[in-house]
């Protein structure tokens, strides 16, 4: 994949991550104290992770050629772990 085609991909799923994230909080306004509390500690978490991925997309956009392997790897690292994150919220807070 190019690098104007990673680009494109991450954006799309920053978008699809915020996507979740209204959907999240939607069903967290509607769940108990407790949920709600755990929620907000947890999307603070996944926050930081998007804006890291943000970050990471504008080095894609910025870097040399020859960081772009390395940078793309360490985007696609900080998405995993980032959906790790969701997966998990979604399984264990909003089951």
């Known amino acids: 994949m190019d690098r104007n085609a990673f680009i494109e991909k991450i954006k799309g799923k920053l978008n699809e991550l915020d996507n979740e994230f209204d959907q999240l909080q939607v069903k967290a306004d509607q769940a108990s104290e407790d949920v709600r509390h755990k929620w907000e500690s947890r999307k603070l978490e996944l926050k930081e992770k998007r804006k890291e991925l943000a970050a990471r997309l504008d080095?894609?956009?910025n870097d040399?050629?020859?960081r772009w392997e390395d940078v793309k790897a360490s985007v696609e690292?900080?998405?995993d772990s980032t959906l790790e994150g969701l997966k998990d919220i979604k399984n264990n807070l909003f089951k």
């Open 59 to 61: 080095e894609v956009r």
């Open 64 to 66: 040399s050629n020859a």
């Open 77 to 79: 690292k900080t998405w």
